[in-house]
């Protein structure tokens, strides 16, 4: 009885609470990029993005190789995958999210320029705003004197400090999963013209579903450097690794190649010596991505500073080998392995880490067959389930009495 006269009340107060939510949604919904346009010739080049909302952004330019960066308010794209193609004075532009409440452009110059002018035409009647870069030739003196350096970043990723600073207490095995790149920085985008699909998306979707697939068994607790198509950088991935103390540390990627023909997995660890002229070419692709995404590396640590590390490392690198190749006899089962399946070279993600540490080139998104395979979730649960047995193996061989 009692209930039927408040179900009308009850109804109201959830029809005013799905109002307010909604309302702040809409509220909290960031300025959305709708367009992204060059225009102009080899000397005067515009740049244009029209914009929902009214971020504030900032410019600065960097050298080796020239770009200009335009950081703006978080925003939201809708303007398909990062890595489009220049005109005129720009090669091409790369744009994410860089860290929480930043987002990120870098335009790659094709010669040195300097922002001649940048303004903000108001849309009328719901349109959107067109932010407006214009650009000229200069030279590279020039160039050089205009370089300025950014403000110091807010601390990287969400998902990085969101996790504890020391190890949980559980008897599970923690495995850091890396899905490379993210953000402004896509990744490789070799698959862009087989699929569409650009690197980092193909990496972040396989280690969700490996993620789970080494959680389902009970016997792992697994973190991510990334949960969302954020950037992070190189050694803030390591550095999570490191932080919880975990005992497997797996980067995950996709390679690329000229040759459509090319596919299959390739594990690689990390040596100061490259295992041969490919290896040291994809380390120095991979290596790129702080320099491309704006961001200086690390300075390397003084020579003796290095050798310690690298006494130290010595059972690092031993396990991070065993596991590799612990791993490709189990990928070797699911799917197309590359016939020199484990090789090394010197990749910053790897480096600074004292957790034995593998980076996986799950296929090539070059190769039409593997760029279809590896986005579908058949595939990566299969890979999930290589890394699942390698790892059990891995901890049996060499932990049995721990
Ligand atoms: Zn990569």
Known sequence: MNLNHYMPFRIIISAIILVVLVAGELLAAPPTVTAARIGGDNNKT???????????????????????????????????????????????????????????????LKSPVKIATSFVIKGEGGNADRLVFDF???????????????????SSAVSTSRTPASRPASNKKIIVLDPGHGGHDPGNLGGIKVNGVAEKNVTLSAARNIKNILEAS?????????????YIKHRDRSGLAHRLNADLFVSIHADSFSSPDVRGATIY???????????????????????????DIDEEPGEVQSILIDLVKQETMNLSSRFASGLSRELRKEVSVRKRSVRSAGFLVLKGIDVPSILLEMGYLTNRT??????????????GQAILRAADNYFAENFAFN
């Not at 410019?59 to 960066?69: D, G, Q």
């Not at 005109?87 to 790369?94: D, E, F, P, S, T």
């Not at 000229?136 to 807010?154: D, G, H, M, V, Y």
């Not at 490919?278 to 692709?285: H, K, M, T, V």
């Open 136 to 154: 000229e030739k200069i030279t590279q003196t020039a160039f050089n004197q205009s370089l300025s350096r950014p403000a110091a970043a807010r």
């Open 370 to 383: 593997d760029a279809t395979l590896l986005m579908q979730k058949e595939t990566q649960d299969k890979i």
């Open 269 to 295: 660890t990390l040596s100061e010596k490259a295992s041969d002229r490919e290896a040291a070419l994809l380390a120095s692709r991979e290596n790129k991505s702080d320099i491309i995404a704006g961001v």
């Open 46 to 108: 515009r740049f244009v993005l029209e914009i929902h909302g009214s971020p504030s952004f900032r410019t600065f330019s960097l050298a080796n190789p020239n770009r200009i960066v335009i950081d703006l308010d978080e925003v939201s794209w809708n303007i398909g995958p990062g890595g489009a193609e220049g005109k005129g004075l720009i090669n091409n532009y790369r744009y994410g999210l860089y860290t929480p409440g930043t987002s990120r452009i870098v335009l790659d």
């Open 218 to 230: 009970g016997r792992y607790t697994v973190y991510m450097t990334r949960e969302k198509d954020i």
